[in-house]
């Protein structure tokens, strides 16, 4: 089972990105540019502009920045609503800037666009909309109200109205675009990197598991000796002190204390798994395995096991990894999860291939995200029935995913099908439901032969 529980929520974080110290660097980097092309138009081009007030207007960002560098320490995070509030005030500054320099006329007026891309990426939708909203208004007050932009002989620097209207529409279709695409990037993005940690943990408690079996298993091997002797010895030791009633008691606390240390660690011993010669299985025992936590769940699984047509009928062993029994027991739950009665799960392989299908009897995948099985985060609204069978299940395809990742780092390719589909045999009638087919070339997890074939031996002791 994929465990979620400790991933942060990406829509109620995704505006706690962003550092003030970034805010404020990229500030500098836009006053140090807005005073450049001031000086630059005046000096070289001969602008007559309003030097006071634009000054103004780049002093009001300086202070901005000064008040946020002495006053608030540079590693606050900003939350959604101060973030939208450091945007919504370098927009408007720009837009006051332009007011002042020609408005729509001055070739800079493209920059409305960029507090626009870095609310999309970073901020709410509520938060992006209304900072859109703003530059669309920006931009249609400035085509209509702004000073003109004039030489210092009184020639006024005019685009012709059509290219005037051109900018606004340019303007505005950039705003709708860039946030729509922006943000839909910046979703994909964070909720791949959401399911990737999700993956790694899974992987890791799956590793915990099986690395803590390994220590249960080789200590249970390595004490077995020295509590035979022990128990041996103590046992002599009885039958010496026949007549020492008051010893003979301490000498069979001795033995009764050797034979539960015995049991302990036999019983532990079962949950062993990486043992050196354990670290491969046979692959009917690893599928067995795999499923075996979800055999209680009132929904029979059926085991059907063999070669393919001319195949070796001995059962391969395979490596035993944490990413294949991870990988396998997430489809079985999910097969469980929307059976109705009972699933199977096929084990076949052949000299060159490995291949199993985990198949329920349940109503199959929804035609229309099969073709997106695999993805993190896939939402599909739940139907009455669904929500009855899965209470509380939220359905974002994130333990497919889990799966499909940890199976195909092992080298395995997965298909997704329905019972009706051509990956289905004739003779499937009653397995109408979800087909899951995992396919492994064989030399990619053998564990007897093969790039990937396991050198067994002696168990090396536990070094102290």
């Keep these: 089972m994929s465990d979620t529980s400790l991933l942060p929520s990406r829509v109620g974080l995704r505006g706690n990105w962003v550092r003030l110290r970034t805010v404020t660097a990229i500030r500098w980097a836009a006053i140090f540019g807005q005073i450049t092309a001031l000086t630059v138009a005046q000096r070289l081009y001969q602008l007559d502009l309003e030097l006071g007030l634009c000054y103004l207007i780049v002093g009001l960002s300086v202070v901005g920045n000064l008040v946020a560098v002495f006053v608030v320490p540079e590693n606050k995070r900003l939350t959604d609503g101060e973030n939208m509030f450091a945007i919504m005030f370098d927009l408007l500054q720009l837009s006051a800037l332009l007011y002042l320099t020609g408005g729509l006329n001055n070739p800079f007026s493209l920059l409305l666009l960029g507090p626009v891309t870095v609310s999309a990426a970073t901020l709410s939708l509520r938060s992006t909309v209304i900072i859109g909203a703003t530059a669309i208004a920006a931009s249609s007050f400035l085509m209509e109200f702004h000073f003109p932009l004039k030489t210092l002989s009184g020639l006024i620097l005019r685009v012709p109205d059509v290219f005037m209207l051109g900018t606004w529409v340019a303007i505005v279709i950039g705003v709708v675009f860039i946030s729509v695409y922006t943000r839909r990037v910046m979703g994909e993005m964070s909720a791949m990197s959401e399911?990737?940690?999700a993956t790694q943990m899974a992987l890791a408690r799956e590793q915990k598991l099986t690395?803590?079996?390994?220590?249960?298993?080789?200590?249970?091997?390595?004490?077995?000796?020295p509590l035979a002797t022990i128990k041996l010895t103590s046992a002599e030791l009885i039958e010496d002190l026949e007549d020492h009633p008051s010893m003979r008691e301490d000498a069979e606390l001795i033995r009764d204390q050797a034979d539960r240390c015995r049991d302990i660690l036999r019983s532990m011993g079962r949950a062993g798994k990486d043992d050196l010669h354990l670290r491969q299985a046979p692959l009917t025992t690893l599928v067995r395995d795999a499923a075996e936590?979800?055999?209680?769940?009132?929904?029979?699984?059926?085991?059907?096991?063999?070669?393919?047509?001319?195949?070796?009928?001995?059962?391969?062993?395979?490596?035993?990894?944490?990413?294949?029994?991870?990988?396998?027991?997430?489809?079985?739950?999910?097969?469980?999860?929307?059976?109705?009665?009972?699933?199977?799960?096929?084990?076949?392989?052949?000299?060159?291939?490995?291949?199993?299908?985990?198949?329920?009897?349940?109503?199959?995948?929804?035609?229309?995200?099969?073709?997106?099985?695999?993805?993190?985060?896939?939402r599909r609204r739940s139907s009455a029935r669904s929500v009855k069978q899965r209470p509380g299940y939220e359905g974002m395809g994130l333990g497919l995913f889990i799966a499909k990742t940890l199976l195909e780092r092992s080298g395995a390719e997965l298909l997704f099908a329905n019972g009706s589909d051509e990956m289905a045999a004739p003779n499937r009638d009653a397995k109408s439901g979800a087909i899951v087919q995992v396919t492994w070339p064989r030399e990619k997890i053998d564990a007897r032969a093969g790039p990937n074939a396991l050198k067994t031996g002696l168990n090396q002791p536990i070094e102290y």
């Design 211 to 225: 690395d803590l079996g390994g220590v249960v298993a080789a200590a249970a091997h390595e004490l077995g000796t």
């Design 293 to 378: 936590p979800h055999g209680d769940r009132g929904i029979a699984i059926n085991f059907e096991e063999g070669p393919m047509s001319g195949g070796n009928p001995r059962t391969p062993s395979v490596l035993r990894q944490p990413e294949i029994i991870h990988g396998l027991r997430n489809l079985v739950q999910n097969a469980v999860d929307f059976a109705n009665e009972q699933i199977w799960i096929e084990v076949n392989w052949s000299e060159d291939q490995i291949l199993i299908r985990i198949i329920d009897d349940g109503r199959g995948f929804p035609v229309d995200i099969i073709g997106r099985i695999g993805d993190p985060f896939v």
């Design 195 to 197: 399911a990737l940690q």
